[in-house]
Nanobody
Framework: QVQLAESGGGSVQVGGSLTLSCEGS????????MGWFRQAPGKNREFVAA????????HYADSVKGRSTVSRDKTKNTVYMEMKSLNPEDTAVYYC??????????????????WGQGTQVTVSS
């Protein structure tokens, strides 16, 4: 069974940092573009960050640009997103996706090949 599994979420104080992980299983994701989305309570899902299939380029939402870094370790079939200077507006469930068609998976409601189950990030003051 092919799966993406996020981890690394949790509760953090304002100004803190987290690194989320998205580990693939069941197949290699080395030739997939990978992305991160989030959904806060009562809000629509939104794009956060993405990396293209060969990790040579990345793309970030304005809300996290300069505070987030996406990377991947193909030997571990895992994508990471480091987030710094967290604020309450970052509170959401974070999902990773794998996409074989696009340069970057950025549209929140598009059909992607695989979605993870999500990991909760809560930022409190």
């Amino acid at each position: 069974q092919v799966q993406l599994a996020e981890s690394g979420g949790g509760s953090v104080q304002v100004g803190g940092s987290l690194t989320l992980s998205c580990e693939g299983s069941g197949r290699s994701f080395s030739d997939y573009a990978m992305g991160w989305f989030r959904q806060a309570p009562g809000k629509n899902r939104e794009f956060v960050a993405a990396t293209n299939w060969n990790s040579e380029s990345t793309h970030y939402a304005d809300s996290v640009k300069g505070r987030s870094t996406v990377s991947r370790d193909k030997t571990k079939n895992t994508v990471y997103m480091e987030m710094k200077s967290l604020n309450p507006e970052d509170t959401a469930v974070y999902y990773c996706v794998a996409d074989s068609l696009r340069l970057y998976p950025t549209a929140p409601n598009s059909k992607y090949d695989y979605w993870g189950q999500g990991t909760q990030v809560t930022v409190s003051s």
